[in-house]
């Protein structure tokens, strides 16, 4: 694994040699995040932090992080050294310009290779260097220092090496830091320039766990932030963590002084997650319609499923978004062409820890449904047929489509091993104008079932079993409508489309959907939009039923949600416009993906 070329080369060549080719790097001395890397894993997709100050804010501004920030530098402080000579796997090394090397520091092991010459003067432009090992630091003086070699090789007259340019870092937060408080020492961190990092939702891992998410990501460190200490003297502690064999090589505690950050809430908050803040933002390479979530495998992991045009693309839903099912090819489910997905969801139907794929498309204005599993990497058409389905509970039910657009008759069960309804089973009673995916069953321990839906008048609504309607929200929800056309036979009395309403997800005993808050106007202007969403629960309490804003300031544009274990991720649409769209016949706006934490609280 380590026999690959580098060369060193003058200034004035390095950006003619540049223009022609990518020199790859040992994959713990990263130079760059950009440098081609020999690695075959699957590509993340990008994602973002937004940053509360810019770097320029930064450089007038006291660094209270400034211990940790230093602890994590001296680490990584450029060194090159000569190999003078090895026993077993103890090597004596020479600094150059009498430098002094720190106990737990890592460098790269380089043997010189063929020198690159000129193709006409055949001067040499470029020595060629090998990469064949990594030594670790056990003992250090002035301009010397003791190695052990950790992997690879080594001789006397190598080279070993830190790297100048800049190191893969996985930057791991703590469930327990604050927000802010974090974002405030990722940005210093970034702004020193020596490390390009990923990073990854705040969580609870243990360090192996860590360890591997970082190896996930090709990077030679992780930087773990944590909270210690009281309310009354908050402290931050970094633990530096080499990825490949998760040792702990620095500790460093910082005194955290309020005034000196530009974005800590005070008091006890410090030491409490800010739900309305987004863990993360990913920038979704193609236009995401619809989104679900399941184990798709099998594996205890929660697949991320977003619907682009005829195509389910499945993402892993760890520490970054990448392509799920550790296939070397993606695993897609592909439609046919011109299939319009309107619904998509998971169950597990069969019971045997996997979730099955539940999809509802359009085809022209008919609606087709089909339930998908699994299978050796590849998936499997379960069942077919006319109309809409959906999961509720452990039943899949089934709703009539009109052939000319839209919903028909009320939902049933549906026997889908057998193909055929089990008519013994009871329909779902609705009221005129509800549809399958406009209820979610309302649980709570010895009550009788109950649905919530929105009402005519987009209020959200509880109904008795028998479609009675038990409670309205005093405010209207004013769900966002996608809408589809109907096919219409001229100088007939129809309607020219159809609706479907904003999710509505019902996990244990709450019920959980969007509010949109219309832009204030003297009238009423249809189709106008929302200047505002939020993130809402319904819960059934003694009092009778609450509703709680869970998470507010969402992006007005979102479009749809799923939760995945304690993380929300809402989808949206970004208004960044991606012009290749216009050529590949899709949307020229592109999505965006923000995960949220919900902390498990019951509300």
Known sequence: MFRKMHYWLPCSCLALILMFSAVPAYAGFIDDLAAEHPSKKKKALPFERVAVTSSLDREALVNPFAPALDKALEYFTPLVGNVLSVQGDVIEVSLEEGNTALEGMRMGLFRKGEPFLHPVTKQVIVQGEISIGVAEVTAAGLGTATLRLIEGEVAAGDVARITSGRIRALFYQHESVDWDAAEEYFFWLKDSGRFAIAETPPGNASAEEIAEIARGWDTTVAVVIRSVGTPAEPRLQQTLMWVNDSKVFAIEETLIKAEELTTLKLGKEYFAPDRNKPTIVFKVPFTATLIASGDIDGNGEQEILLADGSTIHFMSSGASLVPAFESRDEVVLKG????????????????????????????????????????????????????????????????????????????????????????????????????????????????PIRFATFNSKGHLAILSDSGQELWASQDPYSPFNRRYSRETIAEMDEEESWDLNDRLLGIGEGIYTFRRISHKTNVTVKGLGHSKTLFVGIFPSSEGIRENILIKDMRASSIDFTIAGNKLYVLAESFIPNPMNIFRGKKIFSSKLTVYLLGGEKQ
């Open 336 to 447: 046919k062409i011109g299939q319009v997905p309107v619904w998509i969801e998971t169950a597990d139907l069969d019971h045997d820890g996997a979730d099955e794929v539940l999809l509802t498309a359009l085809r022209g204005s008919l609606a087709m449904s089909f339930i998908y599993d699994l299978r050796d990497g590849k998936f499997t058409e379960l069942w077919a047929g006319q109309g809409f389905i959906r999961a509720i509970g452990k039943t899949v039910y089934i709703q009539p489509a009109d052939p000319s657009g839209g919903f028909l008759g009320s939902p049933s069960p549906l026997d889908w091993q057998g193909g055929a309804l089990a008519g013994a089973l009871k329909h779902i009673p609705l009221p005129d104008g509800m549809n399958i995916y406009n209820l979610a069953i309302l649980k709570e321990k010895g009550q």
